[in-house]
């Protein structure tokens, strides 16, 4: 199972690719060898980060690889930081490329660090996510945290490309499966009454991790995230409809240390 999401953006734009496994095209990554900075956390690099190094280093790539503390708490200048080192111990310069394997708080910050690198070189979303694959990895939106509010410095800064391995949805826990559910809804919701009855029709499958329902839904949030950002890519009108709960959530997150 091989799918395809295109986002138009002009110049920027790019391609989501969707499989069963991590589909490693060098040309996304800038070339064969390409000297290429992963960023990872402690709860995926154990899973997945010497397999997706080791496709890295078959495509011809040169990779290293940075591991990050599993959580929000790592969404702050203490952890960017350490990224920027990371990248200049290694020499990446603008011809090389950061690649965030995680979820959203991976994403993020790599996405952020990529952009202010050198004044921004190439990114690649790589997520291991439900919330990621249909949310997160898919617009630009890049930053950190701080003490007084979430994604409260950061940037648009669009990946040259995301790769989606649905296959990695398999281990995810139930409540991070869940956190990635609700963002489907909320898709059916705002968007897509069609999705909806059919997360109604499939819920049995759906909470089974049903890979070829799966691989629908996802495609299909992809494409509608990809609609609202090519019509409104940095939120000044249509785009504003995917932050439905935000405004809660965001309160609650604060409230709560991000915990």
Do not use: W
């Amino acid at each position: 199972m091989k799918n395809f999401v295109d986002v138009n953006l002009g110049e920027r734009s790019y391609r989501i690719i969707l499989a069963n496994s991590f589909q490693i095209d060098p040309n996304v990554f800038g070339g064969t060898g390409t000297s290429v900075l992963v960023v990872t956390d402690s709860n995926v690099d154990p899973l997945y980060g010497d397999a997706f190094e080791e496709q890295l280093v078959s495509a011809g790539l040169k990779p290293a690889r940075l591991v990050v503390p599993a959580g929000e708490k790592s969404k702050d200048f203490e952890c960017l930081n350490k990224v920027y080192a990371k990248a200049l111990e290694c020499g990446l310069d603008r011809g090389s490329s950061m690649v965030a394997l995680g979820g959203g708080v991976v994403g993020d910050l790599t996405g952020f660090a990529a952009a202010t690198y050198l004044r921004g070189i190439r990114f690649v979303q790589v997520p291991n996510t439900l919330l990621a694959m249909v949310d997160s990895s898919v617009g630009g939106k890049t930053g950190v945290n701080l003490k007084q509010g979430k994604n409260l410095v950061g940037s648009f800064y669009q990946p040259a490309g995301v790769l989606i391995n649905l296959k990695t949805l398999d281990t995810l826990s139930e409540e991070e499966y869940a956190c990635g559910l609700a963002e489907v809804v909320k898709y059916g919701v705002i968007y897509d009454a069609d999705l909806f009855a059919g997360l109604e029709e499939g819920t049995e499958r759906l909470l089974e991790r049903n890979n070829e329902m799966l691989a629908k839904i996802v495609s299909r949030c992809c494409k509608i995230k990809a609609e609202v950002v090519g019509e409104d890519e940095k939120e000044a009108g249509l785009r504003a409809i995917l932050n439905f709960g935000h405004t809660l959530g965001h309160a609650l997150e604060n409230l709560s240390g991000y915990g």
